[in-house]
């Protein structure tokens, strides 16, 4: 019932950056943990990114593919949470969504997350 909107993708050149936007008019950011994944084709769901809901403790996640180079992040005034992603490269080309997690971030490094809900999805093309 509520809706996730991605955006913030586009074609960035090897070692360049984007930073993705989520963001929902149906409900506050702020009050649940919310999660990154990546589909890629040919590649399995990757589940990359989440931060716990605002307020709590500030638990983030990052899968090892992107840890170092990725940051998520949230702006309660803007009811946005944000994933930075530096120094990129072909291999991170993929659609990326921002979704709902059933479990909170500090389980997903038990296991791979599933979710409730997500957006339409942001492309990301890396290339030269």
């Known amino acids: 019932q509520s809706q996730l909107v991605e955006s913030g993708g586009g074609l960035v050149q090897p070692g360049g950056s984007l930073t993705l936007s989520c963001t929902s008019s149906g409900f506050t950011l702020g009050g649940y943990a919310i999660g990154w994944f990546r589909q890629a084709p040919g590649k399995e769901r990757e589940a990359i990114s989440c931060i716990a809901s605002s307020g709590a403790d500030g638990t983030t996640f990052y899968a090892d593919s992107v840890k170092g180079r990725f940051t998520i992040s949230r702006d309660s005034d803007k009811n946005t949470v944000s994933l930075q992603m530096n120094s990129l490269s072909s291999d991170d080309t993929a659609v990326y969504y921002c979704?709902?997690?059933?479990?909170?971030?500090?389980?997903?490094?038990?296991?791979?997350?599933?979710?409730?809900?997500w957006g339409q999805g942001t492309q990301v093309t890396v290339s030269s």
């Open positions: 979704a709902l997690p059933l479990l909170p971030c500090s389980m997903w490094n038990y296991g791979p997350p599933t979710f409730d809900s």
